[in-house]
């Protein structure tokens, strides 16, 4: 069986399961009471969504991990699903103790940062002994690349950090960082495919899952991923760069993350200066609904914004393969 063949078997059995998890999980997040509590200085219309169950995650992620084991998955995408499944462990406890244990602020930022500094060491030690190195790809380089050396290390901390947030921020609106990531890794994978590179199974579980998840989070979303879904995203799509040697191109393809997370770093800071704001809320999705948009305007307008990129970033990687 080729690679593509294993990608695309492996995408329908993630779609299945998570086309089996979703009205499985729902009515039993709903028994237990894992409801959403949404802000009051929010969009006013996200008050009806107050009481929707979150860590919805949990069911893509298990149709992710089953469906990659299952195809007999090869050393990187069994280092893809650790860090995916590592990650979406942190958002899980922050979840539990949001919903649970009813502390609005879940982990604190300490605890949090820890704990994504633990999963990013672990993953540098798999990066250097499997023999994926230093060097990273230049998009619109013609294959040429940077070999990081000693500065690998602070590099993959700060990209891997900010992605996994930058997703995080994202995931605001019915069906928005679902479909933005959905989009994203289709990129990664066709890169993988054209890498020969074994991660593309974990791609295509990943494909599958989303998609599946999207028919129970597209808006009007009978349910949230929370952060065990939204931290998870963010630890695939940067695994999955790194192996393939092309975090620089999550700067094309996930712009809409960096779009998000600059939006909170300038409202953040211009405010602590001026006591002004430069947007309505942040991140900016909530901008553009307080602007007067429909929220399903601005999550596609995002989708189209990422598929545009995606079709940029892989411009700039044909050289590579």
């Not at 009471?33 to 929010?42: L, S």
């Not at 791609?203 to 949230?224: R, T």
């Not at 700067?251 to 602590?272: C, D, F």
Request: with cysteine; hydrophobic share 55%.
């Amino acid at each position: 069986m080729n690679l593509l063949t294993k990608g695309i078997y492996t995408l329908i059995i993630a779609f299945i399961l998570g086309v089996l998890a979703c009205p499985a999980l729902i009515p039993f997040l709903h028994r237990l009471k894992f409801g959403q509590t949404v802000r009051d200085d929010g969009p006013q219309t996200h008050l009806q969504k107050t009481g929707t169950p979150t860590m919805g995650g949990l069911a893509f992620l298990a149709a992710f991990a089953l469906s990659a084991l299952f195809m007999t998955p090869t050393h990187e995408t069994i280092a893809v699903i650790l860090v995916t499944m590592g990650f979406g462990l942190i958002g899980f406890v922050d979840d539990y103790i949001k919903v649970v244990k009813k502390r609005s602020l879940g982990l604190r930022p300490m605890q949090k940062i820890i704990g994504q500094l633990v999963i990013c060491a672990l993953f540098i030690v798999y990066l250097y002994g499997s023999g994926v190195g230093t060097e990273i790809y230049v998009p619109f380089g013609g294959g040429m690349t940077w070999d990081l050396g000693v500065l690998f290390i602070p590099f993959c901390v700060i990209a891997v950090l900010a992605t996994v947030n930058g997703v995080n921020l994202t995931d605001g609106l019915d069906g928005l960082a679902d479909g933005v990531t959905l989009i994203v890794a289709v990129f990664f994978t066709m890169c993988a495919y054209a890498a020969g590179n074994g991660i593309v199974t974990a791609g295509g579980a990943m494909i599958g899952g989303l998609l599946a998840f999207l028919i129970f989070n597209s808006y009007p979303a009978k349910v949230f991923m929370g952060d065990t879904g939204s931290l998870a995203l963010g630890g695939f799509i940067v695994s999955c760069a790194f192996i393939l040697k092309m975090p620089l191109f999550i700067l094309i393809a996930g712009i809409i993350y960096v779009i998000e997370t600059l939006s909170v770093a300038i409202q953040v800071t211009v405010y602590k200066k001026t006591k002004k704001r430069v947007f309505k809320m942040a991140p900016i999705h909530h901008h553009f609904e307080l602007c007067g948009w429909k929220e399903t305007k601005v999550v596609t307008l995002f989708y189209i914004i990422t598929a545009i990129a995606c079709l940029v970033a892989y411009l700039g990687a044909q050289a590579i393969f």
